[in-house]
């Protein structure tokens, strides 16, 4: 059996929590659901590259990780201007 595929299911289930808090809460809990919820799927798209050896997941995830970093700083530059 391949290990990525239950590295993936755990991965996924510490998602479940953090897009929550993404969806729901205070806005200073919603910047922090968005910031972790980034890396999580990166890693867990860096996992499926390396589990079915489609090298074409392993692009998204490094254009997610660019895009969830610059959509965390934006978010965080809003929530400051609001607060």
């Known amino acids: 059996m391949n290990t990525a595929v239950p590295a993936l ?3 996924l289930g510490g998602l479940l929590p953090a897009l929550l808090a993404t969806l729901r809460g205070r806005p200073a809990d919603r910047l922090a659901g968005l910031i972790v919820t980034g890396p999580l799927v990166t890693l867990a798209l860096a996992l499926l590259a390396a589990a ?3 090298p074409a997941y392993l692009d998204v995830a490094l254009v997610l990780a660019l895009l969830s970093f610059a959509g965390s700083l934006v978010f965080a530059r809003f929530l400051s201007r609001t607060l």
């Open 9 to 11: 299911a755990v991965m």
């Open 52 to 54: 079915y050896g489609r």
